[in-house]
């Protein structure tokens, strides 16, 4: 049995980025936001724990947990947290 101790990505005041090898596991806190970016990759975020309003492109949606959503590569993208929330990102 191997056991090792999950490495941190990123941790500020919004919150917490684990890196989970190919996924990420974010943790955000209350009114904080995340990405507000774009990159050429496209991403999935798994929204298990939470509520969001998340903007991709010029749409604006409110989404609950459990919520899957794709994201395109280039398409702007932001995610406010309404909640405290979790995130798995792939």
Do not use: W
Not at 35 to 48: G, M, Q, R
Not at 62 to 68: D, F, L
Request: aromatic share 4%; proline share 1%.
């Amino acid at each position: 049995m191997n056991i090792e101790k999950i490495k941190i990505t990123k941790e500020d005041e919004r919150g917490i980025i684990y890196n989970c090898d190919t996924v990420g596991f974010i943790i955000r806190k209350k009114n904080t936001i995340s990405a507000d970016h774009t990159h050429n990759e496209a991403e999935t975020l798994y929204l298990v724990q939470g509520e969001a309003e998340l903007t991709v492109e010029d749409e604006v949606v409110v989404i609950k947990t459990p919520a899957k959503v794709v994201i395109g590569s280039n398409a702007y993208h932001k995610l406010v947290a309404l909640t405290d929330i979790m995130i798995v990102r792939s």
